[in-house]
């Protein structure tokens, strides 16, 4: 087995043991070949899987198993559990004395809190764009919609929220500021965990698209304030849903 081959992002099969203490959550995973940076990689995968979990779908604790992990990685239980105390550093999860580490669910109040952040940084990453972004990149933005186009949206949900995320990444890529990019990472790896969730409720997923080809426009025009102002009032427009719909976050 090549010692570069890993799990990649979008695998989201999951093994779950049921018991008193929630779920032990195990990704089936390719073990890890190189004897170089155990750590990293095993962060990497674990975050990965993580990410790609539907953890706000049920209220039901999800348990990460240190030890199957390890099994599956094929190196042992350190490793791993440096990974695991990188991934509660950061807030995805959470060790809990005697009982194992669980997978965090961020609550109501924290995540409009990450999406306020969010909606300042995107912002301007927007104003960034207008200034300096190439012709070129702008116009991929527009690309990544041309799919779903002709009414398919509903029917290509799934897809949809994958390029919703893409979109709000790219915004932040393209604003070419190191620091900037840097601060968004993890505050935006935490919420594409409830963009998934909330895409598909009332009727975001349209005023969704709507808000994004208005935000292109906006950027290919270079209207710097009008460009800020819609990046900023979409992400808010978030916050509002999630304040209003999203009890399952509490």
Known sequence: MSSDRFPRPTDKRIERDSGPEGAAVS???EPIGSPES???RAYTALK???VSMDVYRSRADIRLDERRLASDFGISRTPVREAMAQLEREGFVRAVPRRGIYVVRKTKREVIEMITAWAALESMAARLITENAGVEDITSLRRMFTKFENGELHARLDEYSEVNIEFHQAIIRMSANAVLISLAGNLFTHMRMIRRKTIGEQDRADRSIRDHMSIIEALEARDTKRAEDLVRNHALGLAEHVA?????LD
Do not use: H, V
């Open 27 to 29: 990704p089936r995973l």
């Open 38 to 40: 155990f750590k990293s």
């Open 48 to 50: 990965d899987a993580i």
């Open 244 to 248: 209003k719909y999203a009890d399952y």
